[in-house]
């Protein structure tokens, strides 16, 4: 899927989710997970997002292209209008290589 992500646009900018958002038991800890993305070499930079409001991490990277999981959806209303004010388009990647994306 990120090399998916990467192929649409110059830039790769993953921002994963803020410890305060992960409820799952045996969660790995967001810096954790950070590091283990970034030693990839796939993206250009690895954020974690505010625990506040993924809409201000939007408005901050102010992205062209957001890429969403097969299973993933935006968090709130509010990341919405952010996305629409940035302009940014967002794309749901396919579970599997080769099916089409959806936009």
Not at 27 to 37: D, I, K, N
Not at 55 to 73: C, M, N, S
Request: charged content about 30%.
């Amino acid at each position: 899927m990120l090399r998916h992500a990467r192929s649409l646009g110059d830039e790769l900018v993953v921002i994963l989710s803020n410890d305060a958002h992960n409820r799952k038991p045996n969660a790995v800890p967001a810096e954790t997970r950070r590091r283990r993305l970034e030693s990839l070499g796939i993206a250009d930079r690895v954020l974690v997002g505010h625990a506040d409001s993924f809409a201000r991490t939007v408005r901050e990277v102010k992205p062209q292209i957001v890429t969403l999981g097969y299973d993933q959806r935006l968090p709130d209303e509010e990341t919405e209008k952010a996305l629409r004010d940035v302009g940014a388009r967002v794309v749901v990647l396919p579970w599997y290589p080769g099916k089409e994306c959806s936009l």
